[in-house]
């Protein structure tokens, strides 16, 4: 639809607008409604932003009717099945797939960001045992920003380059650490001679007092979990880093933005807030009685794992990660798992039920991935940790991709105003 645009008539004016198409390479055009308010003196409206683009991006395309999700042009299921999470870290910053050096260099640059300063380990200790590890990711990723003050000149590619290399390498330290704290066990430190995942599995589980052998099993799923979570275009918590980005803030601080956001049982949190459900469910014979609940307008429950604003056929990662439960269980004897079965079971109920159906609502990505941590001996309350370390790459991405942009400028929403007009001050004797 090159040079097309929709014609904007005023009702009461009769002024018209010309509002040009942006077309991009794949999915659905926009319209540029930038001159509106200037031309016309009026908003667009949308609240959840369930029809609007706020950017253009190169990174991530998703095809939510077909449930097409791709990485830089390469299907996700391929970089599954064939990549890993570090390469497609470097695919996901730099915009191709490294050669063999490049991707020497980038594993070398991230195995050597690791460690934390020891000042920032004290932080730890100023939570509870019991708070919850993304309250203490929010808080001491924050913390980053007091201590990368002076490699942060946004404008410099190299200092946004450390800035993202940085990030990626710490945030499974941060995590590890966090979950450390919380059973009261000492911080394990990185060892360079493991690779990403398995050197986070040690961070994790290994105590001073013994060895500890990461098991590959384990480390596969979790490279193959983090490429799956590594990116997915504007959802809520990258929104969130280009708009604190956007006022330029200190990048470190940025990505906090992004874990707080990612946080909530709408977003991330479903795959913790599924696990829980699961568990409140306890038996198959229970599913009519939960789905009814999920129908019913006056319940606050909701199918946890399911649904997706962009998703109206399968979530392919969901997909991907039912499958990989199969594996991983098998490998775990944990064959009759009775969440997983309890979920195929719920799945399959829920996607013969009309009202499903009728709402497109199909599993996505949180509604097995808590199975699969959950057979590696991962916590509930870390699961939503674990989505933030994969997408701590997604976001340092579109952070950067905004900061390379020339054309980027401080995000700043309009509201329709329904307060009170204008009226006089009472004195306090007169109320
Ligand atoms: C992620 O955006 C991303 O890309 C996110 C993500 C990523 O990788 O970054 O994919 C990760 O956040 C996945 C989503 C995880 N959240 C959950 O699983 C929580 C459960 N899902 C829902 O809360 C909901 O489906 C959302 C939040 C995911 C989507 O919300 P929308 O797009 O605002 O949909 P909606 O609330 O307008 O629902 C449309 C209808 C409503 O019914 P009606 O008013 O039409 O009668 O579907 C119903 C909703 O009540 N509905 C559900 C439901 N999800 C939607 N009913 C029961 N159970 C559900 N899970």
């Known amino acids: 639809m090159a040079n097309k645009a929709f014609t904007l008539t005023h009702p009461d004016t009769g002024q018209t607008s010309e509002l040009p198409l942006v077309t991009g390479t794949l999915g659905t055009p926009a319209i540029d409604v930038r001159g509106i308010n200037k031309d016309q003196g009026i908003f667009t409206f949308d609240p959840a932003f369930t029809s609007t683009c706020s950017c253009e991006s190169a990174i991530t395309y998703i095809d939510g009717e077909n449930g097409v999700l791709m990485y830089r042009g ?8 064939k990549s890993s ?27 050597q960001h690791t460690m934390l300063n020891e000042s920032l380990i004290k932080f730890f200790d100023g939570f509870h045992y019991d708070a919850h590890p993304m309250a203490m990711l929010t808080g001491i990723v924050g913390s980053l920003s007091a201590f990368y003050h002076d490699t942060t000149d946004i404008n410099n590619p190299q200092h946004r380059e450390i800035f993202a290399r940085r990030m990626i390498a710490k945030i499974p330290t941060i995590a590890a650490a966090a979950y450390k704290h919380s059973i009261g066990q000492p911080k394990i430190y990185p060892s360079n001679d493991l690779d990403y995942c398995s050197n986070f599995l040690r961070m994790l589980f290994a105590v001073p007092a013994e060895r500890y052998e990461v098991d590959p099993v384990a480390a596969k799923a979790l490279d193959v979990l983090f490429i799956l979570h590594a990116d997915h275009e504007q959802n809520a918590s990258t929104s969130t880093v280009r708009l604190a980005g956007s006022t330029g803030c200190n990048p470190y601080a940025a990505i906090s933005t992004g874990i707080a956001a990612l946080w909530g ?3 991330g949190g479903a795959n913790e807030a599924v696990l829980n459900m699961l568990g409140e469910i306890g038996d198959v014979s229970n599913v009519p009685r939960f789905l009814e609940k999920a ?11 399911f649904g997706h604003r962009v998703y109206k056929n399968f979530d392919p990662r969901a997909t991907i990660i039912r499958g990989y439960c199969h594996q991983v269980l098998e490998h775990y004897n944990m064959q009759n798992n009775q ?6 079971e719920l799945e399959r109920i829920a996607l013969e039920d009309d009202y499903f159906k009728e ?21 509930v309350n870390m699961f939503t ?18 900061q390379q942009d020339p054309g980027m400028r401080i995000g700043r929403p309009r509201q329709v105003y329904t307060g009170q007009t204008q009226r006089e001050y009472v004195p306090a004797d007169q109320r």
């Open 295 to 305: 129908k019913d307008k006056n319940d606050p429950f909701r199918l946890m794992g």
């Open 265 to 267: 049982p709408a977003h």
């Open 359 to 379: 709402r497109k609502l199909y599993p996505n990505v949180d509604f097995y991935s808590g199975i699969i941590y959950q057979a590696l001996g991962i916590p």
């Open 385 to 402: 940790p674990m989505f933030a370390i994969a997408r701590t790459v997604g976001w340092a991405a579109h952070w950067t991709e905004m």
């Open 74 to 81: 390469y299907p996700v299921d391929q970089l599954a099945e």
């Open 339 to 344: 969440l997983f079965e309890l979920a195929l």
């Open 85 to 111: 999470f570090l390469e497609v870290a470097y695919l996901i910053l730099y915009g191709e797939l490294p050669t063999p050096a490049q991707l020497d260099e980038f594993v070398e640059a991230i195995t």
